[in-house]
């Protein structure tokens, strides 16, 4: 099966979903600086969310540069992925609106864990009908990466109901790890 | 013709509608698990709908892998068809904001249905531009799954008056159709 | 310069504007059948401008098959008929929620207008990067399809004074005018 | 790496910004002309805001047709400037909400002025991964343009204390110093 319109699509979904994030942000009525500043929860969630969703993006065109076959698991197992993905404007919109109370910013872990979840079951299937000696199966022999995540994730959604920001710091540190190695290991693969 | 741009185009129209369902999913104001947990028939309507328009999706992947050309009357009943899926998100927030009441759960069965009749008019119209003998045709042969989703969502409909769970329930075994089995014929197919 | 991208562009522009119509249509919040009939002006309208979204896409996949070469002055074109068609949620939610008052539904109408004026102004850019001798610039040698619509558009914006359903009736007459030939067209073609 | 899902990604989300510009405008309830005369700043923000969109999509275009290569770096620095971008939504509503108050209208220059910085970042990394004598390289050897807008949103920010209005014709005239030689450039260049 053909792997072009499976990216397509998938380009479709994450670039709307990069996108409405924006709609969340509800404009404040008062023209004024102070008005403004009382979005900062707002905006600094919009940047780490679009900067997750940018992540995504940047490994979902790297797997499946690694790839050739697709099948109707592999779809599955994309919107499934998706689907996770799909919910980050939600928890994003919850947990700024609430000014980073406990519940919102545990959820929003537990959107992000669950969407790190679903890439291994992507990967798993997409090695399933690519072979095991192929360059993705390759590439994951040090996902180190993608469990260190899940560790930070599973952990940040406990400390959050002791301290949200306690999981925020994590939610950053996680985004940070995939954002700069990713920067050097390109840099050395070109 | 050339189905590349329709193809582009039906996959741009049905990823925003996956994603916009999720504007409908309005954010709780309180910060808090039992303001979270009243949101469950958004949730379940959510997913139920996301499946659905991910089985669409999938299926006219497939559908659109067999033939080779299109006419102004295929991309009518393309058009169609992508008309009944826009409701999607309309009938989902209708019902899953009523907590599954009897008028919304049956008119979601209606969109669904009307969705479910517009599809062998799409292929009825690919059949007549690429062939009898195509593998559309060969495929469309044995559709007793289209056929079964139709008599379900049928059923459905009244039923939901009787008691909107029924109708419900009917819906999701119509997904179950459609899900499993498309996985295990491509496994074979593969 | 390549037309591809071009393509890409106003097929997600297109994509979008025909998806998030839905979004203007807000959901009763009864869930009786009573709440639901109260919106026919709603859907009676979206359908109108699914169409209308529908038969832009298909004239733009046409117009652009007969063409090899866009340049600058093509882009800003197609743009100037994209912003016409993005005003089409707009003033189809505004002429919906006031029942076909008179002066939202003359502004439909002059919205249909403007984009049925950029169509020509498009055609003549790309006429001019890609010759007279062109496929295009036969086709739209009869074009008189083109200059119906503006002369019924120009008609149906004083009309909607008088009576708006006079101008419904002109704007269904314009949708009708494009969809039925064009299928006879393709036929032909085909 | 390949450019391909690159471009298409920014299509996609460039397209979905510029068409949910329009649904920040809000339907006036009253049927009438004055209640429509009523949004004229919404309509000039939204146009002006639709051009400036239109015009990083056209050079977005143009200068990924002249690279070959992108790196992870790249992507990086295309997603920081979508980022901006896609803020474009939220500063239009703020600005055209408040009537050209003073503090909305500097904010529409501090992004229209990060989204100009953002440009040559993008370019420094195409050029990086490209090689210096590539036609991006020779191209934005002249990128007058590039810097005459920077120095003019820097001044239309502390302008719009002064009087909003000073900034808006700042804004206006960076968007026709875009639009009008892009034009004549093209012309020649075909």
Redesign the interface.
């Known amino acids: 099966?053909?792997k072009g319109?499976?990216?397509?699509?998938s380009?479709?979904?994450?670039?709307?979903?990069?996108?409405?994030m924006?709609?969340?942000?509800k404009?404040?009525?008062a023209?004024?600086?102070a008005a403004?500043c009382e979005l900062w929860p707002v905006f600094l969630s919009y940047?780490l969310s679009?900067v997750y969703v940018?992540i995504y993006?940047?490994n979902h065109?790297h797997m499946f540069?690694t790839v050739e076959?697709i099948?109707?698991?592999a779809?599955?197992a994309n919107?499934h992925l998706?689907?996770w993905i799909?919910?980050f404007?939600?928890v994003t919109?919850?947990m700024s609106?609430?000014h980073f109370?406990?519940?919102?910013t545990a959820?929003y872990g537990g959107v992000l864990l669950m969407a790190a979840l679903a890439w291994p079951l992507l990967a798993r299937e997409l090695i399933a009908?690519n072979g095991l000696d192929g360059a993705l199966a390759t590439a994951l022999g040090r996902d180190a990466k993608g469990k260190l995540s899940i560790v930070l994730y599973a952990l940040a959604i406990p400390l959050a109901f002791l301290n949200p920001w306690i999981a925020c710091v994590l939610y950053v540190t996680v985004a940070l790890v995939w954002?700069v190695p990713?920067?050097r290991?390109?840099?050395v693969?070109?």
């Open positions: 099966m053909d319109r499976l990216e397509a699509f380009d479709g979904v994450i670039a709307v979903i990069i996108t409405i924006v709609l969340e942000m404009v404040p009525h023209p004024t600086l403004l940047i679009f940018g993006w940047n065109h540069k076959r099948n109707g698991r779809m599955w919107l998706l689907f799909s919910l404007p939600f919109a919850w609106e609430n109370a406990a519940v919102p959820l009908c954002f990713d920067r290991m390109e840099k693969a070109t």
